[in-house]
């Protein structure tokens, strides 16, 4: 193994090694550091100290779990295009044309959700 792989090891082994001790140590630091004082009033529900009066959970339509899908769905599409678009000169007829069927598929995709009424807020 040459010198120049085993200083790329070596990068992703500091940063992987930085990446889990430093919230650990942030952690840790954050529980020396803060006060504890466990009272009745702070184990309720809510902090304030009032009871709850009913269940406050909120059941949500599946219609917005649609919208954010699709809109996680565009917004990879654009991480994957704008590189592409950066480097097209580079790349060739190859890269172009894998770019253009990745396109179509995702359209293809909008057109199904477009068919089944999923863009459709009422």
Known sequence: MSNIYANSYLIIFVFLC????LPIG??????WLRPHVPSDAKATTYESGN??????????QVRYYLFAL?????DIETVFLYPWAVVYDQLGLFALVEMIMFIVL???????AWKKKVLRWM
């Open 18 to 21: 930085l990446g889990v001790l």
């Open 26 to 31: 942030a952690l840790t630091a954050g529980r």
């Open 51 to 60: 009871n709850p009066f009913h269940d406050s959970r909120v059941q949500f």
């Open 70 to 74: 699709l809109f996680v769905i565009f």
């Open 106 to 112: 995702l359209a293809i995709g909008l057109i199904y």
